[in-house]
Each structure stands twice: as structure tokens, then as C-alpha cells.
């Protein structure tokens, strides 16, 4: 299995000092969904922003690398940082952020511009890209006059319409009611592409991710399959983890094997 | 495209000149409002010409009289000081109804009211046919400089998101007993401003972070779509034509 992405010894403090990464060292594998688990302030955030050049050792103090299905991130390098920025597709916590063009069409049409498409080739990328969130019925819409559900949905085909390598999904079940965040689970299992997810939703990674890893103080403190993980109440203590009162992670486990 | 960008002043429907592209029904007003401006105001039937014009435009785009004439009092506040213009001029008087009113001052009301109404309700009928979105896309094919229409297009999107916060604010400000009386109790409602400013300020930010992340580079895509054609061009060209022909017909007889 190629690695989708590579993360090899990085640090990273912001410019007022505030250490954040301790050498994180993360491997995904082509096609894996691996959920990024750990308390609030663990560097999470930091960490996603590094995926795609926002973040580098230039803009604190830093070092190590992080290598996305072969190319290096290299903020001097503005066309690979473009080519980087298309394989690494990052979908931000509110929609509302993400969603800045007048109708849903041009903001996921956005993306694919910037990358040179025109004309039909970029109305097949929108179309494409809104059928597979089951969107394709608001196009014309104002993101405004959405739901919030649906509005992280287009967030997400924004995204998928610069045909990413990597799916980087920043707390895509908070805010939803049960049956969005169901709907959405369905749509993230069809697609094709490697998932990193960042979530405070354990049963959601559970749902969603074979693998989890826990990111704490800056540093992967575990990494395994999600189910062992979940089932380690010593571990979940350790980094402020913590299921939903009632939430076995074995039963939910076996369920999910049998559907 | 732009369904749903209605703003209070657009009558959602088809017609004629709602199909017209935004771009040449945008220089059609400024045009007319040009040559409307330029018309000597001593040219009452010039005047009355226009107004025919306008009259046939809203006839063609369906839209109510009454409607437009209430959005029309918008106007009020400017036309006011016009009122105030026979009595306060100078020169040659004249008595009507027992009041002494300058003729200068009642041609420079005249002037104020007349160019004023025609100006508003050409405006208003350009925004009854064009949606928000479209206006800018046709200032955008208009080549207006991309800063403006940026700017434009984020406030387009960002305003009711704003309203809603400002909503939000306010209802948990009452919620917690805020029931502001007197002018003292203005301080919550000042920093509730400040955080709505901190919070957009801060959303710019975020905002600007997902741009980034998928390849924004400084300029957004142009929209694409067909143009007007030099068909679209020249039917909107007749209101224009037809004024600057009225005006001109007024002038030299």
C-alpha cells in the first residue's frame, strides 16, 4: 500500500512561543480513514493546517516534513504548494467560513478555477462534486437559505470537486442533528479517498475509521485500530477521552461487522 | 442564476427587461439619468417625455404602479429640502395663494423634484428587474475594477450571516433582563457592536484560511456565462436613444 501521507518529525511553535507540536510522526496509507482523536489545545488544529502548507516551520519555528502521496510540502515552492493544496482537501469546522460565494455552483466551482478549469470541464467537476453529496437539487441556492446539514455537505463538495488525494475533515458531525450526521456518515463511507478526520465524536470515528490515532501534547500517543483504542479506558483517561454515558465499544463494533 | 439573492426592492417574476442582461440595462439607467440630469429644467415637456418612457419600461417589466410609487418615497427626505427653496430664494416674486415665492426658487424645486423622481424611479425599476447577484455580475462584465465587486460579493454573502448574529446577540442579551430605557444603558448594546466586530473580523480570517487551502491566489474566478449580445444591446439602447432624442427635440425648438 503507497502512503497517501507522510508526517516525519514535526515540530512547530507559534511566533509568541506556544510550543505545539513535539515531533508528530504519522503515516496514512492510499485509501485508509483514520480518525485524529485528542483533547482540545492537543495541536490538532495546528496539525491539519500543516497538511496543506497554511502552516510551516517559516511561519513559527519548526521542523521536520510532511510528504503528501510523494511530494514534499515546501512553502517556497508556490506551484508544487498549488498542486499540494488540490491533493489535500481540507474541510473547515463551519460551513459558513467555507462557504463564501453567492450560490453553492460558484463556490464549489471555486476551487477547481483556481486549479485552470474552464467551461465544461468545470461545470462536469461541480456537477460530479454536488451528486456525490446528494446536492446536486440546490446548485442554484444561496448557502445561506441551506441547512446547516447540508451546508457542511456542500463544505465537503467543495472540497471533493478539486478531486483531492487526502479528505481532511475538521469535526464533521458537530453542530448536526442525528439524521444529518447519519447522512453524512453515508456519504463519507462511499467516497473514494483517503479520510483524515479530527473529532471529539468517538462513536462517530468508531462508525467511520478503522484506525484512530491520539494526538496529545504535541505528540501521537497511540495509534491502532479504533475499536482497541476506544476499549482502553486507561488510555482514554490518560488523554481526556472520554465515550458517551452507555457506549460499549466492542457491541458497537460487532453491530457494525454485521450490517 | 441567483435565485433566492432577492433584496426588498426586486419584483420576482419574468419579463422582457427582468431576461435583459444586468450590464445593459445597468448603462441604460446611467444613460438615461445622464441625459435626464443634462436636460435644461426650464424644458417642462422634455420632462413629461421622460416620464412617458418610464412609463412604457414599467409596462414592459410588469411591475405595479403602486408598488413602485411606495418604494419611490424613499425620496421624501431629499425632496423636502425643495420645498423650502420658493420661499427662502432670491429675485423676482410672485403671489400665489396669498404667499410671496420666488420664481428662481420655484424653478430650482421644480428642478430638484423633477430630476430627482425620474433618477429614483429609473433606479428602482433597474432593481426590480435584476437580482443582487446579477447587478454585480454585470458590473463585473462591465469591467469594473474586481475590488469593488469582491467586496460587493462577500457583503452579498456575509450580511445576513451578520444580521443573524447581531440577532442572536440581542435575544441573549434580553433574555438575561437587558432592557435598555435610557441612554446610560447603551454601553451592552455598544460592546455587543464591538464583539460582532471582533467576531467578523475573526471569521474574515477563517474565511480567508479556506480560500487558501483551495488554491485562491488573489482573484476570484471570473463568472462565467453568456454576455449580452448585440441584440440585448440594442433593445436597451431605445430607452437612452429616445430621451436623448426628446432632449434634443427640446433644446432647439
Not at chain 1, 89 to 97: E, K, R, S
Not at chain 2, 102 to 121: E, M, P, Q, R, Y
Request: charged residues 20%.
Amino acid at each position: 500500500m503507497t502512503a497517501s501521507l507522510t508526517i516525519a518529525g514535526l515540530h512547530f511553535a507559534y511566533p509568541d512561543g506556544r510550543e505545539v507540536l513535539h515531533g508528530v510522526d504519522l503515516t496514512v496509507g492510499d485509501g485508509e480513514r483514520v480518525a485524529l482523536l485528542g483533547p482540545n489545545g492537543a495541536g490538532k488544529t495546528t496539525l491539519v493546517l500543516h497538511l496543506n502548507g497554511i502552516l510551516h516551520a517559516g511561519s513559527g519555528s519548526g521542523a521536520g516534513t510532511v510528504d503528501v502521496a510523494g511530494l514534499t510540502v515546501d512553502p517556497g515552492d508556490r506551484a508544487r504548494l498549488a498542486e499540494i493544496r488540490r491533493r489535500v482537501g481540507i474541510v473547515f469546522q463551519d460551513p459558513d467560513d467555507q462557504l463564501f460565494m453567492p450560490t453553492v455552483a460558484e463556490d464549489v466551482a471555486f476551487g477547481p478555477a483556481n486549479l485552470g478549469l474552464r467551461g465544461a470541464e468545470l461545470r462536469e467537476r461541480v456537477d460530479e462534486a454536488l451528486a456525490a453529496v446528494d446536492m446536486a437539487a440546490h446548485r442554484d441556492q444561496v448557502p445561506h437559505h441551506l441547512s446547516f446539514g447540508q451546508r457542511r455537505r456542500v463544505a465537503v463538495a467543495t472540497v471533493l470537486a478539486m478531486r483531492p488525494e487526502i479528505l481532511v475533515l475538521d469535526e464533521p458531525s458537530s453542530n448536526l442533528d442525528p439524521a444529518s450526521r447519519r447522512e453524512l456518515a453515508e456519504i463519507l463511507r462511499t467516497l473514494p479517498v483517503t479520510v483524515l478526520m479530527v473529532t471529539h465524536d468517538l462513536p462517530y470515528a468508531l462508525e467511520l475509521c478503522p484506525r484512530a490515532v491520539i494526538l496529545d501534547g504535541g505528540r501521537i500517543a497511540a495509534d491502532g485500530k479504533t475499536v482497541d483504542l476506544l476499549s482502553d479506558p486507561e488510555l482514554m483517561r490518560g488523554h481526556r477521552l472520554e465515550l458517551p454515558f452507555g457506549f460499549d465499544p466492542a457491541f458497537a463494533a460487532a453491530q457494525l461487522r454485521s450490517t | 442564476m441567483g435565485a433566492g439573492h432577492a433584496h426588498p426592492l426586486h419584483l420576482d417574476h419574468d419579463s422582457r427587461v427582468h431576461r435583459l442582461p444586468a450590464e445593459v440595462k445597468i448603462v441604460a439607467t446611467l444613460l438615461f439619468t445622464i441625459v435626464v440630469v443634462v436636460t435644461p429644467r426650464e424644458k417642462f415637456l422634455a420632462f413629461a417625455g421622460y416620464l412617458v418612457l418610464l412609463v412604457g419600461v414599467l409596462v414592459l417589466a410588469k411591475v405595479p404602479p403602486l408598488w413602485l410609487a411606495k418604494r419611490a418615497t424613499i425620496e421624501l427626505p431629499f425632496v423636502l429640502l425643495a420645498i423650502a427653496l420658493p420661499f427662502a430664494g432670491h429675485g423676482e416674486r410672485t403671489e400665489w395663494l396669498g404667499m410671496s415665492l420666488s420664481i428662481d426658487g420655484l424653478h430650482g424645486a421644480w428642478n430638484i423634484l423633477a430630476k430627482g423622481t425620474l433618477g429614483v424611479l429609473a433606479s428602482l425599476l433597474l432593481a426590480a428587474t435584476t437580482t443582487a447577484r446579477d447587478l454585480l455580475l454585470g458590473l463585473d462584465r462591465l469591467r469594473c475594477p474586481q475590488v469593488f465587486t469582491q467586496i460587493a460579493t462577500f457583503m452579498l454573502r456575509y450580511l445576513d450571516i451578520l444580521a443573524d448574529d447581531a440577532r442572536r446577540m440581542r435575544v441573549a442579551r434580553l433574555s438575561r433582563g437587558y432592557d435598555p430605557r435610557f441612554l446610560w444603558q447603551v454601553k451592552a448594546f455598544a460592546v455587543g457592536v464591538g464583539a460582532l466586530f471582533i467576531r467578523s473580523y475573526e471569521r474574515g480570517e477563517r474565511v480567508y484560511l479556506a480560500m487558501v487551502a483551495r488554491g485562491y491566489n488573489g482573484r476570484l474566478p471570473r463568472p462565467e456565462g453568456p454576455g449580452a449580445t448585440t441584440f440585448d444591446w440594442a433593445r436597451s439602447a431605445a430607452l437612452p436613444l429616445a430621451a436623448a432624442a426628446i432632449a434634443l427635440v427640446a433644446v432647439l425648438a
